[in-house]
Every structure is written in structure tokens, then in C-alpha cells.
């Protein structure tokens, strides 16, 4: 199955995205961040996907924080283009809100709170829960 192209605007629990709270995703999904960051690191070739639908779905898609941070730069997101299974137009994609610069920054961020998380990123995770039951979520 192939990944559909990213959502117009990276979703409101994004790893990416620098509103959204610290301490979302686990600490192990922010660390992965910082993979893509590294051009000959162990995710090179891969490409990230929105964490809002699961891996085998139809819906599956890029995700745009991570198309908007890295673009480019990416490997993995250059040769889904060279081998036609990605668009160009990913190239020109903009994210409408302000990301991280890096996977680096964006895992900082997102774990930097994670032994006491906020309320908004309680909310933030409960929501996710009720959609996706199994993939994260904390009661408080």
C-alpha cells in the first residue's frame, strides 16, 4: 500500500507542529524524530506517516509536519518520487502553521514535559484515544 500525499495542514496533534504540548506521543515516538534528522542514520530511506490513521488504511497518509519540516532533504521522500510512487508536488508543499525546524527540536519539545504533562496535552491525548483506542491516551 502506498501513502496518500499530506493533509493541507498537519494535524492538530502533530509532533512537528510547535502549538502543540509537550508530552502527546511517548517519549520512544519523539526519539524517532531525531532519525530523520540524520541523512545516514537508520530511517533515511523511510517515510513518516500521519499518526492518525493506522499503517494498513486506505486513508494512510504523510505526515505534513514532517513533509514540512524535512521535504527535501529526505531521502526516503526523494526516492518515493523518483520511483513514482509519490507525486512531485510533495516538494511544494507549506505547512500553514509553524513547525520545528528539526526532528531534534520537535522531539526536545515533545519530551521535555513528559514526566508532568499539562492539560491540554491530557486533552490532547484522550482525544486521540477515543479515535484510535490502543494508540495512546492517559485519564486524569
Not at 530523520?36 to 509536519?65: E, I, K, N, T, W
Not at 509519490?86 to 519539545?109: C, K, Q, R, T, W
Request: aromatic share 8%; glycine share 8%.
Amino acid at each position: 500500500m502506498s501513502l496518500r500525499p499530506p493533509a493541507p495542514r498537519p494535524c492538530e496533534s502533530c509532533p512537528y507542529r510547535v502549538d502543540v504540548p509537550s508530552a502527546v506521543w511517548s517519549f520512544a515516538d519523539y526519539e524517532k524524530l531525531r532519525d530523520y534528522d540524520d541523512q545516514h542514520g537508520p530511517r533515511m530511506m523511510q517515510l513518516f506517516q500521519c499518526h492518525q490513521v493506522d499503517a494498513d488504511s486506505d486513508q494512510a497518509r504523510l505526515c505534513g509536519g514532517w513533509v514540512g519540516c524535512h521535504g527535501a532533504d529526505s531521502l526516503g521522500l526523494r526516492m518515493a518520487v523518483l520511483t513514482g510512487s509519490m507525486d512531485p508536488a510533495v516538494f511544494a508543499y507549506e505547512s500553514p502553521v509553524e513547525l520545528f525546524a528539526s526532528g531534534n527540536e520537535a522531539a526536545d519539545h515533545g519530551q521535555a514535559e513528559m514526566d508532568d504533562p499539562r492539560e491540554a496535552a491530557v486533552r490532547l491525548m484522550n482525544k486521540i484515544a477515543r479515535s484510535r483506542p490502543g494508540v495512546i491516551g492517559v485519564e486524569s
